[in-house]
Structure formats: C-alpha cells, structure tokens
C-alpha cells in the first residue's frame, strides 16, 4: 500500500487557502483554522539541516501571523524532527491514527429505514454547525477550504422523522475514498446511526469507483475507534502535532 498516496490524498481532501513547498516540507495556511490547514507537513525527500528547516518555518508562519505548527507523520517526518522540536519547548498535542479499510473486503451492514440525504455545501455546513455545536463565527473559513476541493466529494445526512441526526463528508480521489467530518447530535448516538451512515457513504464511493477508504480519527476517541473497527477500518500509521509551548 502506497501511504504517501494516501496522505497526498488526505491533504487534497482538506486544501490549506495558501500553500508552499520547501525542501519536500509542504507548508500550508489558511488564517488559523484547523492545525491540519496550518501546519508543516514533512512529506518528501530532504537535503537541508533540520536546524536550518525549523528556523525557516518559525520565520515564515510568524510572518504570517500564525504559530508555527509541525505535524509529525510517522511514516514521513524525518526521524530525529520530533526530539529536536521537543527540545525547543514545542509541546506534543492531538494523537491521531489514519485508519484504512480494503472496500472489495467490506460486508455492509443491513440498513434500516433511515433516510440519506445529500446536501449543497451551505445546507450541509448549516447541518454540521448544529450537530457539533461548532463555532458559527468560523463557518466563512471551514466554507472557503471545503470550496477548493477539486476531487468529487459527497456531503450527506442521516434523517429521523424529517430532523437530521448526523452528518458525513466524503472525498474521492481516485479509488481513494476519504471520511471527514463525521459527527452525530449527542441526544442520538450510541445507537449506531454513525454506523450506518458510513455504511452509506461507502456504497455511494463503491458505486463510483473506490477501492480503498481511509479516515482520520483522535486516539483519545475510543468510541469512534471502536465504531471504525467493527466495520472493518485497521490502523494504517499514525501523527501527532508540535506546537508551540506558549500556544
């Protein structure tokens, strides 16, 4: 399996506003929303000194006006980044696992009379925004990265009598097939209705041509990661962010 497929696929599938390379690091910006649109990504081969890299970065992110953030992807990031970064007082923060499912190996589950909704983007973030308790007052940003995704993307809910109770995005590219965003209101879960929108959203990637599913989801989650496990999702690798200690 091809990771640095995956993680080019993951990051297309959430684009930063403004975007650079330096030395196979992928520098990315996007007015502070979200870490992973605001952080340096190590993704490819290097020839400079890490000292040299990491003072680089501090000027650039502090020139424009952000912290500066390293995400640390363990197949990727150079081996010594992360001590190094720990050593000048960065702080190590959000665990996350990439998890992977081979779709031609998935047995959907049987599904109920739920209805399946997809949505405009408006509607959807409107729909996201009350499932979450998200802060409205970012809706701007989280719309104008999700409006740079070129890849073919699917934004759903999941009905209960007319009044949605969780929601999904989905990215596809290729026969890679990217879940994000997946939330439930908190009056409804532990009733699988998470379950069954991924199960959803995986006929609509199978139908159009993907083989492979992969999702991001916090160590700490462990509910969401025992959900992913029932349905088949394996851990693939791992990351985690350095950020600054006064952040």
Same mark, same amino acid.
């Given at each position: ?65 952000? @912290?500066?953030?390293?995400? %640390?992807? #363990?197949?990727?990031?150079? +081996?010594? *980044?992360?001590?190094? /970064?720990?050593?000048? &007082? ?49 809706? @701007?940003?989280?719309?104008? %990265?999700? #409006?740079?995704?070129?890849? +073919?993307? *699917?934004?759903?809910? /999941?009905?209960?009598? &007319? ?63 025992? *959900?992913?496990?029932? /349905? ?16």
């Amino acid at each position: 399996m091809d990771l640095q497929c995956i993680e080019e696929a993951s990051l297309n599938a959430w684009p930063a506003l403004k975007q650079t390379l330096y030395d196979g690091w992928v520098l990315r910006f996007s007015e502070g929303y979200t870490k992973r649109a605001n952080s340096v990504n190590p993704l490819y081969h290097s020839t400079l000194g890490l000292g040299e890299k990491i003072n680089y970065c501090e000027h650039i992110y502090t020139e424009q006006g952000l @912290p500066p953030i390293f995400r %640390i992807t #363990e197949p990727f990031a150079p +081996p010594d *980044l992360d001590s190094v /970064l720990a050593e000048r &007082g960065y702080q190590r923060f959000d665990p996350t696992r990439v998890m992977s499912m081979d779709l031609n190996a998935w047995e959907p589950l049987e599904s109920p009379e739920f209805t399946l909704i997809e949505l405009p983007l408006d509607p959807w973030l409107q729909i996201f925004s009350q499932l979450s308790g998200y802060n409205l007052e970012k809706q @701007p940003l989280h719309k104008k %990265i999700l #409006e740079l995704i070129l890849s +073919p993307s *699917l934004r759903v809910s /999941l009905e209960i009598s &007319g009044q949605p109770v969780t929601c999904g995005l989905g990215v596809q590219q290729g026969e890679k097939f990217g879940l994000f965003d997946i939330v439930t209101h908190s009056d409804h879960r532990n009733r699988g209705l998470g379950a069954q929108l991924v199960n959803e959203m995986l006929h609509w990637a199978r139908q159009y041509g993907a083989r492979l599913v992969y999702l991001q989801v916090m160590e700490n989650n462990a509910p969401a990661r025992h *959900l992913y496990t029932k /349905l088949g999702f394996r851990d693939l690798y791992r990351y985690w962010y350095r950020v600054p200690e006064s952040m």
